[in-house]
């Protein structure tokens, strides 16, 4: 059962009020096939933030921990989440990541691999670029400015989706499609700040 739209409906319903997100870019997000959505992580409420405010459902990659959390692990799976082990390759999330941009997808990536405890934008882990490089999906840079503080504006921007058929044409590593990712995140904080 796809608990996705209630629980949209639902975090909406509480976290609306409290941030009064402005979305910026929201035409960036393509209607139809595979997108890796790339974003910055400065909070735990970061994938709610971007679930209800992007135009499509995203799917989620989370840290394998949580599925151990009673009901919340049981939850997980419904709405769009599957577990990742951090601190090293895990094939199986690369392979699930893989289908769900290849079934035209939205799959949603924090490519710093964890919250940035400064608010400053951490350097990218490769995955986004082995996400990027290895489906044809449409990149699409996202940035959470804030901060999070009750009744303050917070801002999610989209930013127009990145083009990878250069990268591809010159071997470029997963690294350096991150790097370039996130450059392109950056350049979103710094332009709606």
Do not use: W
Not at 2 to 25: D, M
Request: charged content about 20%; glycine content about 10%.
């Amino acid at each position: 059962m796809n608990l996705y739209p209630l629980g949209r409906t639902i975090c909406n319903f509480i976290l609306f009020p409290i941030y009064q997100f402005k979305v910026i870019g929201k035409e960036n997000v393509p209607a139809d096939g595979g997108v890796l959505l790339c974003c910055n992580h400065i909070n735990n409420f970061d994938p709610e933030v971007i679930g209800i405010t992007s135009p499509r459902p995203i799917h989620f990659m989370a840290k394998e921990e949580l599925f151990s959390v009673p009901i919340l692990g049981k939850i997980l799976p419904h709405i769009n989440a599957f577990p990742v082990k951090r601190g090293f390759s895990d094939r199986g999330a690369l392979r699930k990541g893989l289908d769900v941009l290849n079934a035209g997808n939205v799959l949603g990536l924090f490519p710093e691999g964890t919250r940035s405890k400064t608010g400053e934008l951490g350097k990218g882990l490769a995955g986004a670029g082995f996400f990027a490089l290895r489906s044809n999906a449409h990149i699409v840079p996202c940035a959470i400015i804030g901060p999070y503080k009750p009744f303050k504006r917070l801002k999610v921007v989209y930013g127009k989706p990145i083009s990878m058929d250069e990268y591809r044409q010159n071997k470029a590593s997963a690294e350096q499609v991150t790097e370039v990712i996130m450059n392109e995140i950056k350049q979103l904080i710094l332009a709606h700040k």
